[in-house]
T-cell receptor, first 115, second 109 residues
Framework: KAGVTQTPRYLIKTRGQQVTLSCSPI?????VSWYQQTPGQGLQFLFE???????NKGNFPGRFSGRQFSNSRSEMNVSTLELGDSALYLC??????????????FGSGTQLSVL | DQQVKQNSPSLSVQEGRISILNCDYT??????FLWYKKYPAEGPTFLIS?????DKNEDGRFTVFLNKSAKHLSLHIVPSQPGDSAVYFC????????FGAGTILRVKS
């Protein structure tokens, strides 16, 4: 069974640009969550999508948005990029919505560098 | 507001000895706690979990202890192996999974 697939693996953008990251969950998984990882900050929760609806959102500005398609694939978009957006963006999938004890399966991430 | 804290950024242990990674939390609503391991250039992978109604869970070389009164949990790895060298994230769950900043474990051979 294929794991969580994130594309692209690496991305270099300049300030002010926008970027779209893609995530294909494990087959059968309906929940997709996005996390931002920066050194010293751990994994910061961005949002969770389940059945094409955003179910939960972290404390990130509106420049960060996402969506989920009917096949559970998800995209994350960041507009008007800032230097501080440079990070590893991780996507995780699970059978159901994030709930107590629900294991998340992570992709390898997209490393975004903003110059 | 860091609800889950891993106060040790790094830990170095000799092969064969015990590794103890610690985690503190502030939110009493957390009812499930998980540990994830992350190697460079890979996503985190699930390691072990514990429900808040338990105080210990064991899986092979890995044991997680939970002290609810102190809002503290720890991961014990015995014996430690060089392949255990990775970043370990503590996470706590209510309606979403909240992660700590991670602890880099180095196991020296």
């Amino acid at each position: 069974k294929a794991g969580v697939t994130q594309t692209p693996r690496y991305l270099i953008k300049t300030r002010g640009q926008q970027v779209t990251l893609s995530c294909s969950p494990i087959s059968g998984h309906r929940s997709v969550s996005w996390y931002q990882q920066t050194p010293g900050q751990g994994l910061q929760f961005l949002f969770e999508y389940f059945s094409e609806t955003q179910r939960n959102k972290g404390n990130f500005p509106g420049r960060f948005s996402g969506r989920q398609f009917s096949n559970s694939r998800s995209e994350m978009n960041v507009s008007t990029l800032e230097l501080g957006d440079s990070a590893l963006y991780l996507c995780a999938s699970s059978w159901n919505r994030q709930a107590s004890g629900e294991k998340l399966f992570f992709g390898s991430g997209t490393q975004l560098s903003v110059l | 507001d860091q609800q889950v804290k891993q106060n040790s950024p790094s830990l170095s242990v000799q092969e064969g000895r015990i590794s103890i990674l610690n985690c503190d939390y502030t939110n009493s609503m957390f009812d499930y706690f998980l540990w994830y391991k992350k190697y460079p250039a890979e996503g985190p992978t699930f390691l072990i979990s514990i429900s808040s109604i338990k105080d210990k869970n064991e899986d092979g070389r890995f044991t997680v202890f939970l002290n609810k009164s102190a809002k503290h949990l720890s991961l014990h790895i015995v014996p430690s192996q060089p392949g255990d060298s990775a970043v370990y994230f503590c996470a706590a769950s209510a309606n979403k999974l909240v992660f700590g900043a991670g602890t880099i474990l180095r196991v020296k051979s």
